[in-house]
């Protein structure tokens, strides 16, 4: 069974910095990709950020030059450093991982159990 594991989150104040961690356990064959969701009360999850094995990236418009995603794969774990924040970033964080277990089991995806990040005026 493969499990997510996050940290990081916090309180922050606007303009500050926070690293979240995801680290993937288990049974692991590859990771394909890893990303950082987030989601709003009222509002639908998002992707913020997606990293793919060969390191590719991506993100949202609005965090575009102020959030990192990265990962180590040695370790099969992915950060986000988020700097400059802003009160609209507050919301709960959720890793992904698009795991494929073994040789003989399909990828999918797989969720963590979010962490909250509130950022403060």
């Known amino acids: 069974q493969v499990q997510l594991v996050e940290s990081g989150g916090g309180l922050v104040q606007a303009g500050g910095s926070l690293r979240l961690s995801c680290a993937a356990s288990g049974s692991i064959f590859r990771i394909n990709a890893m990303g950082w969701y987030r989601q709003a009360p009222g509002k639908q999850r998002e992707l913020v950020a997606a990293i793919t094995s060969g390191g590719s990236t991506t993100y949202v418009d609005s965090v575009k030059g102020r959030f990192t995603i990265s990962r180590d794969n040695a370790k099969n774990t992915a950060y986000l450093q988020m700097n400059s924040l802003k009160v609209e970033d507050t919301s709960v964080y959720y890793c992904?991982?698009?795991?494929?277990?073994?040789?003989?089991?399909?990828?999918?995806?797989?969720w963590g159990q979010g962490t909250q990040v509130t950022v403060s005026s």
């Open positions: 992904n991982a698009r795991i494929r277990p073994s040789l003989l089991r399909n990828e999918q995806d797989y």
